[in-house]
């Protein structure tokens, strides 16, 4: 068994990341498996390897040790993984399942239904070839016309995709109608989140992902993509938002709440004890350590509710 956490470094972890570090780490574990820290850089604009630093500091100031992977060791960092992904990318585009996709956000967003509101935007295949003359020859101009390169997306079919979440249970969601054609390399050549964490947890040998409930809607996608390539998908558990005093899910702009003003303020013990208390794993807040709480942990403790934060 085999669980991962796999930030982002474009900035300080707040509370919200410790805690998906933390339940993670506590899940993978209480079940007497590895787990291991993967690096997801792949935004060169937005990702620092200074963050990356920062980040493994706040995770061992944590007693959040793992067992492969970090910014040691260049196979678990995704910037360092092009040619990987550029080879399975290849793979799906010799099975007819790409193509270029020559859209701009504004393009997409014309086009988005009014049910879509909540934010999420599902790309309605403008792009997308569909055998006739007359869509070939458009195509043709739009790419001629078009003054950057195209993006890559993943043609997904019209099926639904059930699976049953650790955490939240049964889920059903139609790929065409609820994630549309998805991008697979961005049109600036930078990789996107779902085709590398995918490659990635399959070669890394991820059995368990914990997550936040926000990526929720990914895991069709994935399971898709995990199908397409040939791989064993590994089993998802999501976790509730921790959020601002406004309702808001925490985020690096809330800077109350990151590890530079935690590490001042608290010790470890007082930030795991705060956690494992609002995620129902201790009946009061109390100091502890990671490994004072892997007898308590259980599923069916944690909430399914968001939580919401005092700054």
């Known amino acids: 068994m085999t669980g991962r956490f796999a930030p982002s470094p474009s900035g300080r972890m707040h509370l919200g990341n410790v805690y998906s570090a933390l339940i993670s780490w506590l899940s993978a574990k209480s079940q007497g498996g590895a787990w ?169 040998g991820v059995t368990e992902v914990v997550r936040g409930r926000d990526l929720l809607l990914s895991v069709p996608q994935q399971l898709y993509l995990y199908e397409v390539l040939g791989y064993s998908a590994p089993r998802f558990a999501h976790l509730p938002l921790l959020c601002n005093e406004q309702g808001q899910r925490l985020c690096k702009r809330d800077k109350s709440l990151d590890m530079g003003v935690l590490r001042q303020q608290f010790s470890a013990e007082e930030i795991i004890g705060h956690i494992a208390h609002i995620a129902g794993l201790t009946d009061r807040e109390e100091k502890v350590s990671a490994n004072d709480l892997l007898p308590h942990f259980r599923w069916d403790a944690i909430p399914r509710e968001d939580v919401r934060i005092e700054n």
Not at 73 to 82: E, L, T
Request: aromatic share 8%; glycine share 8%.
């Open 36 to 204: 291991i820290l993967r690096i997801e850089d792949l935004d060169p604009q937005r990702c620092r390897r200074e963050y990356a630093v920062q980040l493994e500091d706040d995770l061992r100031w944590l007693g959040l040790t793992w067992d492969a992977g970090g910014i040691g060791q260049p196979d678990y960092v995704q910037s360092h993984r092009g040619d990987i992904y550029a080879e399975h990318l290849e793979r799906l585009r010799a099975i007819g399942l790409t193509y270029p996709c020559y859209c701009s956000r504004a393009d997409i967003l014309a086009t988005q239904a009014p049910h879509e509101s909540d934010g999420r935007v599902v790309y309605r295949g403008t792009c997308r070839p569909d055998g006739t003359v007359e869509k070939a020859e458009w195509l043709a101009n739009r790419a001629a016309s078009c003054p950057h390169a195209p993006a890559i997306r993943l043609r997904v079919p019209d099926r639904e995709i059930r699976f049953t979440d650790g955490h939240y249970g049964e889920q059903a969601v139609n790929l065409a109608h609820e994630c549309g054609d998805f991008i697979l390399r961005r049109a600036d050549g930078a990789w996107a989140y779902q085709l590398a964490v995918v490659v990635d947890d399959a070669l890394m």
